[in-house]
């Protein structure tokens, strides 16, 4: 029972175009989102979160964007580049008041930016 | 700080014989988080402590796994006996709660034969 969905397990983009990461989740009570970049042989690392009250959120050239109606977010990444290339998983918690600290994972895109 | 620091990076063993996984958390943090990565399942977290006592242990296969913190600098994640279908990358994570950033360690690819 995947309550976190990343259908697409691999995408590839030319550098300097855009990279659009889907997610769709089916828990409607999750209202915090985070989106994690994972290089081979090494933990994730943390890129960008989002709130539920939120619809957006920039950081640089990775922007998230959140549609509650929908239970979907993506991620933009404008301008690709070669080392933006990895896995990057989709997340979700059950803030709770900013106590609840589980996260529910997607599977991963495997994303690979061509020079 | 050096980050979260798993031990050992890679362990190889028999089906049957004790595992033991090693996580040191970054100092100050107190929430530390144990996942699983397979190409089935993904990354799925097994168990979760918050200064050093379980919170959650809902995602642990099996009786046979079983973790430990018994202080805020280190925690193990044991199996026993372990099986094939165990084999996969085992992570460690730790948060400061005023954050929401989970942190991660290398991992531990484990794989049993």
């Known amino acids: 029972d995947q309550q976190v969905k990343q259908n697409s397990p691999s995408l590839s983009v030319q550098e300097g175009r855009i990279s659009i990461l889907n997610c769709d989740y089916t828990?409607?009570?999750?209202?915090?989102f985070l989106w994690y970049k994972k290089y081979p042989a090494e933990g994730p690392t943390f890129l960008i979160s989002?709130?539920?009250?939120?619809d957006k959120n920039e950081d640089g050239r990775f922007t998230v964007f959140l549609n509650k109606s929908a239970k979907h977010l993506s991620l933009h990444i404008v301008p690709s580049q070669p080392g933006d290339s990895a896995v990057y998983f989709c997340?979700?918690?059950?803030?709770?008041?900013?106590?609840?600290?589980?996260?529910?994972f997607g599977k991963g895109t495997l994303l690979t930016v061509n020079p | 700080d050096a980050g979260v620091i798993q031990s050992p990076r890679h362990e190889v063993t028999e089906m049957g014989q004790e595992v033991t996984l090693r996580c040191k958390p970054i100092s100050g943090h107190d929430y530390l988080f144990w996942y699983r990565q397979t190409m089935m399942r993904g990354l799925e977290l097994l168990i979760y402590?918050?200064?050093?006592?379980?919170?959650?242990d809902s995602g642990m296969p099996e009786d046979r796994f079983s973790a430990k913190m018994p202080n805020a600098s280190f925690s193990t994640l044991k199996i026993q006996p372990s099986e094939p279908r165990d084999s996969a990358v085992y992570f460690c994570a730790s948060l400061d709660s005023l954050s929401y950033e989970q942190y991660f360690g290398p991992g531990t690819r484990l794989t049993v034969t």
């Open positions: 989002i709130s539920s009250i939120k």
């Open positions: 997340a979700a918690s059950l803030n709770s008041g900013g106590s609840n600290y589980k996260l529910t």
């Open positions: 828990n409607s009570m999750f209202d915090y």
């Open positions: 402590f918050n200064n050093n006592v379980p919170i959650d």
